[in-house]
Nanobody, 125 residues
């Protein structure tokens, strides 16, 4: 599967952004999809993930984004979204979408086999 992330940008603190990740292939619904981010000088970290299945599956969030970010998927459009509200300067990072063949929601980068190219999110104070 090939992934293409988009929707990043420069916003002020408190603003919202919606990231999109378009996937190729006919088996998108079978993948667990995740969003990760990497700030300069830091390791890539888990942000959110959504399970496979036609009903969208279960979701999981990092504590740092819980209540502010929402992950969703549209299997008909082969797309996963990350709605980011109440953005903070510490949310500044390159955001990556990823696909996993595991049948449960997973948070480790090592369990995601496919990665998009990343989209920059910058939140100014």
């Amino acid at each position: 599967v090939q992934l293409q992330a988009s929707g990043g940008g420069l916003v002020q603190a408190g603003a919202s952004l919606r990231l999109s990740c378009a996937a190729s292939g006919r088996t998108f619904s079978s993948y667990v999809m995740g969003w990760f981010r990497q700030a300069p000088g830091k390791e890539r970290e888990f942000v959110a993930a959504i399970g496979n299945g036609w009903n969208g599956g279960s979701t999981l969030y990092a504590d740092s984004v819980k209540g502010r970010f929402t992950i969703s998927r549209d299997n008909a459009k082969n797309t996963v979204y990350l709605q980011m509200n109440s953005l903070k300067p510490e949310d500044t990072a390159v955001y990556y979408c990823a696909a996993s063949t595991y049948n449960e929601v997973v948070v480790s980068t090592t369990k995601y086999a496919y990665w998009g190219q990343g989209t920059q999110v910058t939140v100014s104070s």
